[in-house]
């Protein structure tokens, strides 16, 4: 197995067009697990710890772009937190410390599980996600990228460099998640619920309950029913 470690996103852009084969890793809280399972041999892994550009998030034009190696505890830090609070409560639900510290929200879209922690919250926030190759860069919504169970819309020599979402304003937001115990565990069901209070709906959105994480609209004066 060769590993392939890029410094720049140029250079890992170009390495995965070359070797579109090659699986990319962040954190590596998925592909691990599939590693030391024998349930995955790639010939070649494209290490991602080393490109600078894919960390950290930022405001621009309104919106909150999370890079694609933002870790879920960087997610749970209180200035992020306040823009995105269900997606900082879904991140605290993820895994261990050590799982937070090491998990990525671009690794939670590449792996496209159903049940990834980190989609129900940017599903209410109306999420685009960036995708890049050395043929250049395109946005899909999260609800076009999530094609099915393990499955996205990436070409073969493209990868996540970021997600767009924008901060609730004037309304609320929550997430909750159902499993067989209470904490590090793969939810069975989860939901993200926000109020639009200048949209005039609610949106909520639910994971493990369907090959994709889906969802749903409904005019905020129908809340009662």
């Not at 067009?17 to 030391?36: C, F, I, K, S």
């Not at 399972?37 to 494209?46: K, V």
């Not at 989609?119 to 250049?136: C, F, I, Q």
């Not at 639009?196 to 609209?217: F, H, N, Q, W």
Request: with cysteine.
């Amino acid at each position: 197995m060769e590993v392939l470690t890029p410094r720049t996103l140029d250079e890992a852009l170009r390495l995965k067009a070359e070797r579109p084969d090659a699986r990319p890793l962040a954190g590596g809280t998925d592909l691990l697990v599939e590693l030391n399972f024998d349930r995955a041999r790639p010939e070649a892994i494209l290490n991602l710890e080393e490109v600078h550009e894919l960390r950290g998030w930022s405001r621009e034009n309104g919106a909150v772009r999370l890079g694609a190696r933002l870790t879920y505890t960087e997610a749970m830090a209180p200035e992020l937190a306040e823009l995105l609070p269900a997606l900082a409560e879904a991140s605290r639900t993820v895994g261990s410390p050590q799982i937070r510290n090491r998990g990525t929200i671009g690794g939670n879209l590449g792996t496209a599980s159903p049940a990834g922690d980190a989609l129900p919250p940017l599903l209410v926030r109306g999420a685009e996600v960036e995708v890049a190759s050395v043929r250049g860069e395109r946005r899909l919504s999260l609800e076009e990228f999530l094609v099915g169970p393990k499955r996205n819309a990436l070409a073969e020599d493209e990868l996540v460099v970021a997600v767009r979402a924008q901060p609730p304003g004037e309304g609320r937001e929550t997430f909750m998640k159902v499993g067989p115990r209470n904490a590090m565990v793969i939810a069975v069901c989860s939901l993200a619920v926000a109020v639009d209070e200048e949209e005039g709906e609610i949106r909520a959105a639910y994971g493990s309950a369907g090959p994709v994480p889906a969802l749903v609209r409904a005019p905020l004066e129908d809340r009662a029913h």
